[in-house]
């Protein structure tokens, strides 16, 4: 009984802080919901082929795809109630939103897949306490990361 009751207690909690961080910013839930959504491997797969073959008709972009028609259809209509995609004339268009969000994606898997340099970054220290003369610190971070916007966020992290 005891257990069940925690539970309660928890999960009113858990609403109460929820409600406590959307108050805080109306948009942490459609930032949550959005980044749920591509998280998922299919939806992402379904997204990222009609960005990159924007205008294919449906029987084209579902022929790929290991999902029945109620699976596809579910997560397309999720992708198009989120913003991030829109249907013409029978087509299927990522919109400047979607687009927006392929991008930080893109910039997501690259600072993933660079995770161990940026975490060199790191360890040269704070520069405003650190030896290193932010020049040198600059030619590092040159060297080590190929995409420009991480290099950017690099380069403007107040350590």
Do not use: C
Not at 64 to 79: A, N
Not at 91 to 120: E, N, P, Q
């Amino acid at each position: 009984m005891k257990a069940i009751s925690g539970n309660k207690v928890n999960t009113a909690k858990r609403k109460r802080n929820d409600n406590v961080d959307t108050a805080r910013n109306p948009n942490s839930k459609f930032t949550a919901d959005v980044i749920k959504l591509i998280s998922d491997d299919k939806t992402w797969l379904i997204f990222s082929t009609i960005f990159l073959a924007s205008g294919d008709s449906t029987e084209n972009l579902t022929a790929g795809f290991k999902l029945t028609r109620k699976q596809y259809y579910s997560r397309m209509s999720s992708l198009i109630k989120a913003g991030l995609v829109k249907r013409q004339k029978g087509k299927y268009f990522v919109t400047t939103f979607g687009s927006v969000i392929f991008d930080a994606h893109r910039l997501l898997g690259d600072a993933v897949k660079d995770y161990w340099k940026l975490k060199a970054i790191d360890s040269l220290g704070v520069t405003n306490d650190s030896k290193m003369p932010k020049d040198q610190r600059k030619k590092i971070i040159e060297e080590l990361i190929d995409n420009r916007q991480l290099k950017d966020i690099s380069l403007s992290t107040k350590f």
